[in-house]
């Protein structure tokens, strides 16, 4: 099993209410306490499948559902800094269970889970806001901030046990499961493939410099023991270094940012093509594991928002990883471009609603093509045999109907050409119902 869904800690801040001023936000209190429910139920009617292997998605209908209850705990220390925790309760597993397509249809799911509710801790860290001077701004209270004020021109550290996604990556319109798109694909860089245990998170520390209109952010992390594991390597040995510049602009007078992020995976991990030629001399299916060394595979990921009208919204993401060594923590994607935009329902007098559409289409390399047309499983796909490869690509649109302050319920349509890369089976239609609530 593998890394997950990566869930971002700005989740559910729509319920909050900016303080009037810096003077009242440093009033606020010395805790804070929040939660949120999320249920996606998935429905996979069949499709045409000649064959299929291991980590093929069924053919057949299929229906899924995904549950998680998260309370986000937060105690301020002192000026500037806190220290945050996020007990968890899931239950529920995604579409064959979680197998079969690179680009997901969840991200709500993850590849492991449990048929019973079960408890974990995915976050608990500490972070220290330090301020550089400029003029002095109020920060709402919220999930993970207990609020406050602080300059325009700071640094931000942050330690302990969270999400790669948490602070890298981030979109405004799309990369959070909870609210926005459910792709893994477009709700964050597909060829990002970043470290953390099987339900997406990780031991690791970060650095934010942040200037009047940029931001330098950077970090270390804590990798799996092996490749789609659930546990972290003991003592850092196996580490993901990243790096993210990120710029704020105005465009015609509406607000945009640009976000180019770098990473490296220095871990124990096989190279395709060792991968394929081991096989081969044994007379097996490709297996990764006795080849595996230690080494580094590095990746690249343009990010880009610009609001177009109060209402609207458009973002792109391009990415792109060495596609000689096998995915280690993410996903089978070694190329990906999506886009799309955020429309509020003011037109039509739901200005509290949402409507999203988004297009994304994934690549593999050649040594990856080879090693599935051999028979090699990955990550999260595999179908036994891979001889006529297509690019994945993927539609996603979706509805978010918000009930109440605290209730949104959402519909979301999905339509996956090319699964896993496979011209022979497909295309597959997702249908998904989301139910949010937050306090």
């Known amino acids: 099993m593998g890394v997950g869904v990566r869930r971002p800690l700005i989740a559910l801040l ?17 805790w804070s306490l929040h939660g949120q429910l999320t249920n996606v139920t998935q429905f996979q009617p069949s499709f045409h499948s000649p064959y299929q292997g291991a980590n093929s998605l069924d053919p057949g209908t299929n229906v899924k559902e995904t549950v998680d209850v998260t309370l986000f705990a937060g105690l301020r220390l002192w000026e500037g800094a806190a220290v945050y925790a996020n007990p968890e309760l899931d239950q529920g597993f995604g579409l064959s269970n979680t197998l079969g ?24 860290f500490f972070r220290q806001v330090i301020d550089l001077g400029g003029e002095a701004e109020p920060v709402a209270p919220g999930p993970n901030e207990v609020g406050g004020a602080r300059t325009r021109d700071n640094l931000t550290l942050t330690a302990g046990k969270f999400g790669v996604g948490d602070l890298f990556d981030q979109n405004r319109y799309a990369h959070d499961p909870h609210a926005d798109f459910l792709n893994w694909a477009i709700i964050d860089a597909g060829a990002f493939d970043y470290a953390a245990d099987a339900w997406g998170y990780t031991y690791g520390m970060a650095a934010e410099w942040t200037q009047s209109w940029w931001t330098v952010r950077g970090g270390a992390f804590d990798m799996s023991e092996v490749p789609n594991s659930k ?13 993210e510049l990120e710029e704020r602009h105005t465009l015609f007078g509406r607000a945009g940012k640009v976000r180019l992020l770098g990473f490296v995976n220095r871990a124990r991990m096989a190279s395709y093509r060792d991968a394929v030629s081991f096989g081969a001399r044994t007379g097996t299916t490709p297996d990764p594991a006795p080849v595996r060394r230690r080494q580094d595979r590095a990746g690249i990921a343009l990010n880009l928002e610009q609001e177009v009208t109060p209402d609207l919204g458009v973002f792109l993401r391009a990415s792109s990883d060495d596609g000689r060594k096998e995915a280690f923590e993410f996903t089978e994607i070694n190329r990906s471009v999506s886009a799309g935009l955020s429309l509020a329902g003011k037109l039509w007098g739901r200005p509290d609603d949402t409507y999203g559409l988004a297009a994304v289409v994934n690549g593999l390399s050649g040594g990856a093509r080879d090693y599935f047309a051999a028979g090699g499983l990955g990550i999260l796909i595999g179908d036994g045999r891979l001889p006529h490869y297509g690019a994945e690509s993927i539609i996603e649109t979706y509805y978010s109907l918000r009930l109440a302050r605290w209730l949104c319920l959402g519909l979301d349509y999905q339509l996956v050409q090319n699964p896993a890369y496979n011209r022979d089976r497909g295309p597959v239609s997702v249908v998904g119902l989301r139910l949010h609530l937050e306090l």
């Open 231 to 243: 546990h972290l390597d003991r003592g850092f040995s196996q580490v993901a270094f990243i790096a």
């Open 101 to 124: 397509v690179a680009g997901f249809p969840s991200g709500e799911a993850y590849k492991v889970g449990q048929n019973a509710p079960y408890l974990r801790l995915p976050r608990a």
């Open 14 to 30: 729509a319920c909050c209410t900016l303080p009037a001023s810096a003077e009242d936000a440093a009033e606020l209190k010395w």
